[in-house]
């Protein structure tokens, strides 16, 4: 079992960058494959990037991509998503997700993933 705990979230202006970060309790390079969510108030959690368990292969939400990168650090124990250009409808909470795997395989299902973090707060004002 892998504990997540996110870090990094905060309040900016549009076109404004933020780095969130996810450190996890166990190296996770080669042993869960990783990932980032998001919700809005009243809608449902939605996929925002996704990192495979070895290969380091990427997907991103249409919604995103171009303006965000996922990242996991040399020692496997943290996780980045770096947001550039901010906009307001990325106001949301922030969740790393972590699923056991060791594939190349990327996962974008909020159901393919069985350990959350507790989420961070991003609120981009216009």
């Known amino acids: 079992q892998v504990q997540l705990v996110e870090s990094g979230g905060g309040f900016v202006q549009a076109g404004d960058s933020l780095r969130l970060s996810c450190v996890a309790s166990t190296q996770t390079y080669g042993s869960y494959a990783m990932g980032w969510f998001r919700q809005a108030p009243g809608q449902e959690r939605e996929f925002v990037a996704a990192?495979?368990?070895?290969?380091?292969?990427?997907f991103y939400s249409d919604s995103v991509k171009g303006r965000v990168a996922i990242s996991r650090n040399f020692a496997g124990t943290t996780l980045n998503l770096q947001m550039e250009m901010l906009k307001p409808e990325d106001t949301a909470v922030y969740y790393c997700a972590a699923t056991r795997a060791s594939t190349s395989t990327y996962y974008i299902s909020v159901h393919d993933y069985d350990y959350w973090g507790q989420g961070t707060q991003v609120t981009v004002s216009s």
């Open positions: 990192l495979s368990s070895k290969a380091g292969n990427v």
